[in-house]
């Protein structure tokens, strides 16, 4: 047996930059064992007075617009800059087996050698939302191991895959041109909130889509008002093979932390979503505590045949439940 770390050896390892604390850390707050989660609590809190000092950037995009090769390359360009990266890539779970492939550090091998950049991959899981439910806390700790980019990959753009955007500082959305109509590749919602449209590929004989893509684009977002944060998404061009629209996108990034900022909203916006991390892990809480019940749990054993055949509407039973634990 591997000895366990001590809540100060996880906190001074991580301060200190060290990789594999990191690592452990972070499987240590994805884990479901009550003494982890205790632990891993007490951890994120012994760190906090460290993080915030990052930019927090959200990546998504629809299935083959090539994310990871994107976050290479830009990751990469980045680290000629004097950054340090970290990328959470989140990789979909199985719904059959629970189990994911966690493939990212293969697809970006080159990033990942480098010893300026981190590469995490987690499950999903059950969350939705395009994220991990332990996100968040995976964020803090690489922002107090010193990394001054996190990059968040998600599992891909769907009605869901937008709980991102409530733990980042900007969001950037990937797409592809020349794959039909491109405005009808997405939902509205999701390019209402992002802050940036990303035509990737835009490389070769895909060039000249990708530049009708982006003036398809444009055009959709003038339709859309300006958000509250004074800034109007921006349309680039960008090729992970020739470089294309890699400093533009970086560039526009901390031309967007710099106007946010200076209107109060960045740190506002950060307020919020500590509340929102709040409300999702006192929903969490109350869930775990509701199905470890005991008499919830009888009164579910008792009630499931009836609801599975049909005979109980569940919307019943839930409610019986509910009183059941209220009471």
């Not at 001054?148 to 959305?173: C, P, R, W």
Request: aromatic content about 6%.
């Amino acid at each position: 047996m591997k000895k366990r770390l001590s809540l100060e050896e996880y906190a001074a390892g991580i301060r200190s930059g060290n990789r594999v604390v990191l690592s452990q850390a972070i499987t240590l707050v994805e884990s479901a064992l009550e003494a982890d989660q205790a632990l891993a609590s007490q951890l994120v809190q012994a760190v906090l007075p460290h993080t915030g000092q990052s930019i927090r950037i959200g990546i998504t995009g629809v299935p083959g617009v090539g994310k990871s090769t994107f976050i290479e390359a830009f990751g990469k360009m980045l680290l000629d800059l004097g950054k340090k990266v970290a990328v959470l890539a989140v990789d979909p779970s199985s719904q059959l087996t629970k189990g994911s492939i966690l493939g990212d550090k293969t697809r970006m091998e080159d990033l990942a050698l480098d010893k300026r950049a981190y590469i995490r991959p987690s499950p999903s899981g059950t969350t939705l939302g395009g994220v991990s439910g332990k996100t968040r806390e995976a964020m803090l700790l690489c922002e107090a191991a010193g990394f001054d980019v996190i990059l968040i990959e998600t599992v891909g753009v769907g009605q869901s895959e937008t709980a991102v955007k409530n733990m980042v500082d900007f969001f950037l959305l990937l797409m592809l041109s020349g794959a039909g109509d491109e405005l009808q590749g997405i939902k509205k919602g999701i390019m209402e909130m992002a802050d940036m449209l990303v035509i990737h590929k835009a490389d070769g004989d895909n060039l000249e889509a990708a530049q009708k893509a982006k003036s398809n684009y444009q055009n959709a977002l003038h339709l859309f008002q300006e958000n509250l944060k004074n800034w109007s998404p921006k349309v680039v061009l960008a090729s992970s093979v020739s470089g294309l629209g890699l400093n533009q996108i970086w560039s526009l990034v901390l031309d967007y932390e710099e106007k946010v900022k200076f209107s109060g909203f960045w740190e506002a916006i950060r307020s919020e979503q500590r509340l929102d991390w709040l409300e999702d892990q006192v929903q969490e809480l109350l869930g775990r505590a509701f199905l470890k019940n005991a008499q919830v749990q009888q009164l579910l054993r008792e009630e499931k045949p009836k609801v599975k055949s049909g005979e109980l509407h569940p919307g019943v039973l839930a409610h019986r439940l509910m009183d059941l634990f209220l009471n």
